[in-house]
């Protein structure tokens, strides 16, 4: 079984970013790494963090092995798992018919995730969870970086 735990933030919104992944695989940590972008917004980044860590990965090594993400971003976790298929049904509008923001990411991000198994949780950020702590301490790194 595989772990992933990501965060993304900014300095502002929109502002100086970052995002961070860690990957835990059989309770031990694979890998963990982060990144920043001077001019960004808070979805962005939590959105980067979790295609970075899915990019990652293998998909002829972690074939038919779960993958559980863990991210404290409800716009992560509800779009993947609830609102991207309505977008995709209606050509990549909200409900309002409206476009849907940072449809690049999203696209990525479904394409992605389409070859692995993977399941989504979402975990309360800044609540003593370990691997939650560490991402965001990455974040955190990686915008004083810029």
């Known amino acids: 079984m595989i772990e992933i735990y990501t965060d993304g933030g900014c300095s502002g919104n929109p502002g100086p970013g970052g995002w961070a992944y860690v990957i835990i695989r059989d309770d ?80 990525r991000l479904e394409a992605l995730a389409g070859l692995f198994s993977v399941s989504w949780v979402w975990v309360k950020g800044h609540a003593g969870n370990k691997y939650n702590e560490r991402c965001d301490e990455l974040t955190r790194i990686a915008i004083v970086s810029l």
Do not use: F, H
Not at 84 to 99: A, F, H, M, N
């Open 28 to 107: 031990a940590l694979v890998s963990e790494k982060c990144g920043a972008e001077k001019q960004t917004t808070n979805n962005r980044m939590e959105l980067q963090a979790v295609i970075a860590a899915l990019e990652a990965l293998s998909p002829e090594k972690e074939k038919g092995e779960k993958i559980t993400v863990y991210t404290d971003s409800q716009y992560v976790q509800k779009g993947i798992s609830i609102w991207l298929p309505e977008w995709v049904k209606r050509g990549w509008k909200t409900s309002d018919k409206k476009p849907v923001k940072n449809k690049e990411l999203w696209q």
